[in-house]
């Protein structure tokens, strides 16, 4: 039967017009692809230290493998504080040795039972440049649990929380700029950087100074872990030397029979052995 009134057939113009034109879908980020951006930087750092570039202690803010660093890095230059000096000061922490108490050092016993995982010491000195110790400086530290998650609400692994770990610690160094806590060993855990990214196990730590301007911030790694090679962070700090600065050394002296083992930790500030932090330096 022929129609009467046949449908109109658009013209290829109008067609072209009215239609939504879909990008293609990207393949999804590899690791194969993270491994070779971080290869050629890593080349290139390389070439240009034998054409005689200073070492680079500290990474670039926008280390493109670490994908959110381009988001999340400060893109405008640091504001100088003017003024009365002492008017910074007053935002300071003030934290002595009768506000943190040597329960907040033991991550194991802030709760009424005993966290699961394997328990660990870790100790090591705050040292200055000449290699002086840093004494009374507030050492905090954070890190997930033996599962891979942290006590955040921000935090969506489905790895289980344990009710007896929180993850969070403090205390002061002494006279000879020593630290120590009592902890479990964190366990490494995935993140979206790209597909099928995974953390190494690392304890965050932040250093105060004097005052809150000051604070620093680092993370230490545990010797031999077999994701250093895959992940972008640790891979942001280019230099051998210094990368190999964020990792501990297992000492078996530290263990305690029955009871925990051992990892030290020495802490530079400053000068060509400091130890990589994360906020970079004023």
Same mark, same amino acid.
């Given at each position: ?8 057939v ?5 067609a072209s017009a009215?239609e ?16 070779r ?6 080349a290139?750092?390389?070439k ?5 570039a ?5 990474p670039?803010r ?6 959110s660093?381009?988001?999340r890095?400060?893109k405008e ?5 003017n003024?009365?000096?002492e008017?910074?000061e ?8 009768t506000?943190?108490?040597?329960l907040?050092a033991?991550?194991? =016993? ?8 394997? =328990? ?11 290699? =002086? ?14 599962s ?6 921000r935090?969506?692994h ?9 993850g969070?610690?403090?205390c ?11 902890t ?20 965050h730590?932040s ?7 000051? =604070? ?5 790694y545990?010797?031999g872990d077999p994701?250093?090679p895959?992940d ?8 051998t030397?210094?990368?190999?600065r964020?990792?501990?050394?297992y ?5 305690r029979p ?7 930790w ?7 052995s400091?130890t990589?932090i ?5």
């Amino acid at each position: 039967m022929k129609l009467s009134h046949p449908a109109p057939v658009p013209s290829p113009a109008s067609a072209s017009a009215s239609e939504t034109v879909t990008p293609p879908a990207q393949p999804p980020l590899v690791q194969a692809d993270i491994d070779r951006e971080i290869a050629g930087l890593h080349a290139a750092y390389e070439k240009a230290r034998a054409g005689g570039a200073p070492p680079a202690h500290h990474p670039p803010r926008d280390f493109r493998p670490y994908r959110s660093s381009g988001l999340r890095h400060p893109k405008e230059p640091l504001v100088a504080v003017n003024g009365d000096p002492e008017t910074v000061e007053l935002h300071g922490p003030v934290f002595g040795p009768t506000d943190v108490t040597e329960l907040d050092a033991d991550l194991t =016993r802030q709760h009424r039972g005993e966290p699961l995982g394997e =328990r660990i010491t870790v100790t090591g000195r705050v040292l200055d440049s000449g290699g =002086r110790p840093v004494r009374n400086q507030l050492v905090e530290v954070w890190q997930a649990n033996a599962s891979g998650r942290y006590a955040h609400q921000r935090d969506q692994h489905p790895a289980p929380l344990d009710p007896h770990f929180t993850g969070v610690g403090r205390c002061l160094t002494d006279d000879h700029g020593t630290y120590t806590f009592t902890t479990i060993k964190p366990g490494p855990y995935p993140w979206r950087n790209h597909l099928n990214a995974w953390r190494p196990a690392h304890i965050h730590f932040s250093l105060f100074g004097t005052a809150f301007t000051q =604070r620093l911030i680092t993370q230490m790694y545990f010797p031999g872990d077999p994701l250093f090679p895959y992940d972008p962070i640790l891979a942001s700090v280019t230099d051998t030397a210094a990368r190999e600065r964020l990792v501990a050394t297992y000492d078996h002296g530290l263990s305690r029979p029955e009871w925990s083992l051992g990892y030290r930790w020495d802490i530079v500030l400053d000068g060509p052995s400091a130890t990589w932090i994360e906020e970079g330096r004023s």
